[in-house]
């Protein structure tokens, strides 16, 4: 709920956010600025990459390095103008986070809090897991231990079905990395790590086990080459490069939220309903049982986009045509379950297989904005701000976390490290 202002053990003394799509209008920093009201000096909204190489001491040293980037294809570069060898590609921001610990040297952060989407468990497809075998040997070169886990919001009583891998380092002689050797590999991941007992699971097919070494550009070029499946799991640990990793399920019991425990009831705005007999350009599906689907109407095309699917497509550059099928998805969506993953093209009118679509009495209507935060367990009009169209709202929301798996965890890190 978020009524109240809640105290936190954190001071942020440093904050970066960029959006590289529109470079001249910083729409998620503004909001972010008006939220939390920084100092200037605390705050940039340039490229990281720029502020690294230009003016690096405008980032303070710092406890925990927290952050989220695109996933990407993390190889290993190497560029002529770098007399110091090996470095990863241009415009792909976990070497700016890389580029980060290394220079701060002995002053780098104890912890780390990073996010990614689970693919990167598993890419690239050439390659099964190099991806992330390359960030853990980055990580083990700057003498950090890996904790990690793949968590569905929904498992835990979040109301959307939103799949993130998170990942925690803990540098050598941190609390925390201290007391991760003497730990059991499976209770680790099951219950005592900082995650595992921020979110139990149970690791019921045993823990794997294999190395990565410090050797990057190594790992880069011959991580399981010849594998077909990624060695990596939805969770596990990596210290001294040694990686211990397990298929974890959810262990909760309690409570769960739905989608309809965020809608708002008030009077809703116009522009949200669905108008279904308004016509649209016709169209003319052909399907692959000779039949054709005929569109004519806003409900005919938000009918067909959210059905199945067996037609012909064409290719028009090469000129073949092929078979397309897709399976059918609820419509209107379904309220007493948790929603579906938000996506970055939720905003506008117009219609989509992927947005949200509610039942409202006789009508049906896409989810307000303020729909779209409560389901990330944003505050209630976190994103309202003058000149942040609802479109762009509806963007942050589907690039955005669940804010309950972002506490948990952070306030199960503060735990930790003080026990320790």
């Known amino acids: 709920g978020y009524e109240k202002k809640m105290p936190s053990n954190f001071e942020v003394v440093w904050s970066n956010q960029y959006e590289p799509l529109t470079p001249n209008k910083q729409h998620a920093s ?7 009201k920084e100092p200037k000096e605390k705050h940039s909204s340039e490229d990281i990459e720029k502020v690294i190489e230009k003016d690096f001491d405008s980032i303070p040293n710092h406890d925990l390095l927290v952050g989220g980037f695109p996933c990407q294809d993390y190889s290993v570069a190497t560029t002529l103008k770098n007399s110091k060898g090996l470095v990863g590609k241009k ?56 904790e990690w ?25 941190s609390p925390i990395f201290k007391n991760l050797s003497s730990q059991k590999p499976k209770s680790l991941i099951e219950k005592s790590g900082v995650i595992g007992s ?28 010849n594998g077909k499946a990624s060695p990596f799991k939805n969770s596990g640990f990596m210290i001294n490069g040694n990686v ?13 939220m739905v989608l309809n425990d965020v809608l ?43 059905g199945s699917k067996r037609q012909w497509k064409y290719n028009k550059a090469q000129g073949y045509k092929y078979k397309y099928g897709e399976g059918k998805m609820m419509f209107p ?18 219609p989509s297989r992927f947005k949200h679509v509610i039942g409202d009495g ?31 709202r509806a963007f942050f929301m589907g690039n955005a976390l669940v804010v309950g798996v972002v506490e948990k965890i952070g306030l199960r890190l503060t735990s930790i490290n003080r026990a320790g």
């Open 149 to 173: 886990r793949v968590i569905n919001a929904a498992d835990y009583g979040m109301p959307q079905r939103r799949r993130r891998v998170y990942i925690l380092g803990y540098k050598k002689g």
């Open 264 to 306: 708002e009831t008030d009077k809703i705005p116009e522009e949200f309903y669905i108008d279904e007999n308004k016509p649209v350009k016709r169209e003319e599906i052909e399907q692959i049982d000779g039949t054709v689907k005929i569109i004519e109407t806003v409900g005919d095309k938000w009918r067909y986009l959210k």
């Open 362 to 392: 006789n009508r049906k209507r896409r989810l307000l904005p303020v729909e779209l935060e409560k389901l990330n367990m944003f505050p209630k009009n976190h994103t309202l701000l003058e000149g942040v169209a609802d479109t762009k």
């Open 244 to 256: 211990f990793t397990a298929k974890a399920k959810a262990v909760y019991s309690g409570k769960k």
């Open 333 to 350: 969506d379904d309220l007493y379950s948790p929603s579906r993953t938000i996506i970055t093209g939720e905003g506008g009118v117009s």
């Open 91 to 146: 415009g792909v921001l976990w070497w700016s986070i890389y580029n980060i610990l290394q220079k701060k040297g002995k002053n780098k952060p104890y912890y780390l809090f990073l996010e990614n989407v689970d693919r990167l468990l598993s890419s690239p497809a050439s390659q099964r897991g190099r991806d992330f075998a390359v960030m853990l040997s980055c990580l083990h070169k700057q003498g950090y231990a890996v």
């Open 30 to 36: 503004l909001v972010y600025q008006s939220r939390w």
């Open 198 to 225: 921020a979110f139990p699971c149970s690791a019921e097919e045993g823990v794997s086990v294999f190395k990565v070494s410090k050797n990057f550009d190594k790992e880069s070029k011959s991580f399981n080459k």
